[in-house]
């Protein structure tokens, strides 16, 4: 039996381990998995927490907002996906502490799963753990030009800097500097604006007839009000319970530590696709 868990605030309707769970039996390889809500994370000291954890015999945990960038800071060995994004959602808790980002790993699959050609120009909303994921996998399944739309000035600007270093035309912009109109290809959400514990829509006011494709890393709902507006506009909509199914299978995937396990496990996405998408929406 593996001890596995999730870290983050207000994850109580986690499909986390509703999709590890299920995964562990049809590969018979038995799990527990627990939630650890943190709410008041003011008080708390997430690397002594996490210690706690590991004396407690827990192996894994996913983590999610908003200790990403901290689990990566944490961690003693950093997989190559974590050097590039300094963000993790997973950690494998041994002796050391080894960290993992399956938001980027998943999303690269959610991008050659719904695209097959690089974009012109993409609007991503936010530069935290989720979005700093997301732009480096636009960066490597390739785009022209990248706006980047996060209000903490420190966080916009080195992540800028840092995708321009690897060859990415990358520009910091304001909501102010969007003008009503949007033309960009796609335009994906990364904040947790929209989440029912943080509900809201940033591009309210926008007119999207000339986008593309949405994506909204939001999940619960399924149905937000960016994705509502979305659909007002007859866009391509590309839910963030594509990216749960997608990060969640490289989770199963690294947790295990069965690489052999990939064809079978991915020869089921549609049927896992399915049911998560008629259980959530």
């Not at 999610?64 to 050097?83: G, M, R, W, Y």
């Not at 700093?132 to 739309?149: D, I």
């Amino acid at each position: 039996m593996l001890n596995l868990g999730l870290v983050g605030k207000y994850i109580q309707k986690s499909q986390a381990p509703n999709l590890l769970t299920k995964l562990s039996k049809e590969f018979n390889f038995p799990i527990s998995y627990e939630l650890f809500d943190l709410q008041n994370i003011e008080e708390v000291n997430f690397e002594l927490f996490i210690n706690e954890l590991k004396e407690k015999k827990i192996r894994g945990i996913n983590v999610t907002f908003p200790f990403k960038e901290i689990a990566a800071n944490i961690s003693h060995k950093k997989a190559e996906e974590v050097e590039i994004t300094k963000s993790s959602n997973l950690l494998l808790l041994d002796e050391k502490i080894i960290s993992r980002n399956t938001d980027y790993l998943g999303f690269e699959k959610l991008l050659n799963y719904h695209f097959k050609e690089k974009f012109e120009n993409v609007l991503v909303l936010g530069g935290g753990g989720i979005g700093r994921s997301v732009c480096f996998a636009l960066a490597k399944f390739g785009l022209n030009k990248l706006f980047l739309l996060e209000k903490d000035i420190k966080k916009s600007t080195q992540l800028i800097d840092e995708l321009k270093k690897i060859g990415v035309d990358a520009v910091a912009i304001s909501l102010e500097q969007l003008d009503k109109q949007l033309i960009f290809d796609g335009i994906l959400n990364c904040t947790e604006v929209g989440h029912e514990h943080s509900p809201g829509n940033i591009l309210r006011n926008k007119d999207l007839k000339k986008i593309k494709w949405i994506f909204d890393a939001v999940y619960i709902p399924a149905e937000t009000e960016l994705i509502k507006q979305a659909k007002q506009a007859r866009l391509k909509i590309i839910s963030g319970i594509d990216l749960f199914i997608f990060q969640g299978m490289e989770g199963f995937i690294i947790f295990s530590d069965q690489e052999n396990l990939r064809q079978n496990l991915y020869k089921n996405v549609e049927k896992i696709r399915e049911f998560y998408f008629n259980k959530l929406t």
